[in-house]
């Protein structure tokens, strides 16, 4: 059978998933041999998480983001997906329309269309994010609720931090402009922050995330900003574990909602297993692992593309999964995507992020999943399939 070289899933491979059973192991263990309390341990868990779960995570971030991480500002969820749930159905009516950059994760904006029917209107990026000129214009031209309970008319969701699919980062005075323009237009601004802990630069301190930009110390502060996280990407997606970090006013809507009350903690025995992985350093040590496996990885990628001469422009991002090439004005990225296909290369057409359809001459690249020992051949093997056109 031909080997196949996957540069398209935006998931981990065997590599990144090694060890993962050791961790869940000794964290289990130490859990359950402790004196712990089987009734709090095995019954619906607090609302918005459990205190030392959410006491642990906090003092993990701290330390990741180099900045003031409240265990009173987590709410435990199952991974980043019911993040992008909570926030479309429990904190804006459905006439509330939602601005998507332009390109962006080409699943979400299906989700926004597709399963909740709501009204999304694309945003132009430039080379560092959001065009927020234009995004301005569109808050004034766009019909919003005038009338509504909930205190946000608008929706933002937004990608500062390892962008996918550019990975490009939001710059400060960007960043600080956005969170104004949401307080005067009732945006809610959802930042996906999945990759921001895989930094790789020599401190692995990313940059702040949206929601530091949001200060509880300014006046006109209300909190109008989502953190949405996951440990799919920087542990394991199996266990469907993530949190979002927000402002007290959206942790009280979150916990109060009819979800939320249904079943409580949204994953609560798996929030205090990894919550127990969190006090013994296992998933510390796996974090490091994964920053040197993936960054050498975007590295190599990087460089060969530069050692192949091959005929694209990107930007070598400095986190996240993903390399979005800009490939000659004369190659579709669609059918580039089938022709690659057909040679047992998968990547992803550039036009799928946008959900009107352009960037036709982009492709994005995947680095999370092929093995590091193939990852030059992968890029040899795209190299020589766009040489093949007339370029």
């Not at 180099?66 to 019911?82: G, K, P, R, W, Y």
Request: aromatic fraction near 10%.
């Amino acid at each position: 059978m031909a080997e196949v070289y996957d540069l398209l899933f935006g998931g981990p491979g065997k590599e990144s998933l090694a060890g993962c059973k050791d961790i869940i192991l000794l964290a289990t263990q130490a859990l359950l041999t402790n004196d712990v309390d089987e009734h709090a341990l095995f019954d619906y868990g607090p609302a918005v998480g459990d205190p030392e779960v959410r006491h642990q995570l906090a003092e993990f971030l701290k330390i990741q983001y180099n900045d003031n991480v409240e265990s009173d500002n987590l709410f435990i969820t199952a991974a980043a997906t019911q993040g992008i749930h909570l926030a479309t159905t429990v904190l804006m009516s459905k006439d509330a329309p939602i601005f998507v950059e332009d390109p962006t994760f080409f699943i979400a904006h299906g989700m926004f269309q597709r399963d909740y029917e709501r009204r999304v209107i694309p945003v132009q990026t430039d080379d560092d994010g959001i065009d927020l000129d234009v995004f301005e214009r569109l808050l004034q031209e766009t019909p919003a609720p005038t009338e509504t309970k909930y205190p946000f008319r608008r929706m933002l969701y937004v990608m500062t931090v390892h962008h996918n699919p550019k990975g490009s980062c939001l710059p400060p005075e960007k960043c600080r402009r956005l969170v104004s323009l949401a307080r005067k237009y009732d945006v809610l601004l959802f930042g996906e922050d999945v990759y921001d802990l895989l930094t790789y630069t020599e401190d692995g301190v990313p940059p702040l995330r949206l929601l530091a930009y949001d200060s509880k110390e300014d006046p006109d502060y209300r909190g109008h900003t989502i953190s949405n996280c996951t440990f799919s990407k920087i542990f394991s997606p199996g266990l469907r574990l993530g949190w979002i970090e927000t402002s007290p006013r959206i942790i009280q809507m979150l916990r109060d909602c009819y979800t939320t009350a249904s079943g409580f903690c949204f994953n609560h025995y798996v929030s205090r297993v990894v919550g127990k992985a969190l006090e013994l350093g296992l998933v510390q040590t796996n974090l490091a692992r994964l920053r040197k496996l993936y960054g050498e990885k975007i590295r190599a990628a990087c460089r060969r593309l530069r050692e192949n001469q091959t005929p694209v422009s990107f930007m070598e991002p400095k986190g996240g999964f993903f390399l979005w090439l800009k490939l000659p004005e004369n190659i579709n990225g669609e059918e580039f995507q089938e022709k690659a296909k057909a040679e047992n290369l998968l990547v992803m057409a550039g036009s799928q992020a946008s959900m009107c359809g352009n960037y036709k001459n982009f492709i994005r690249i995947s680095i999370s999943v092929i093995p590091r020992d193939k990852i030059e051949q992968g890029i040899d093997k795209l190299s020589e399939l766009i040489r093949s056109y007339d370029v």
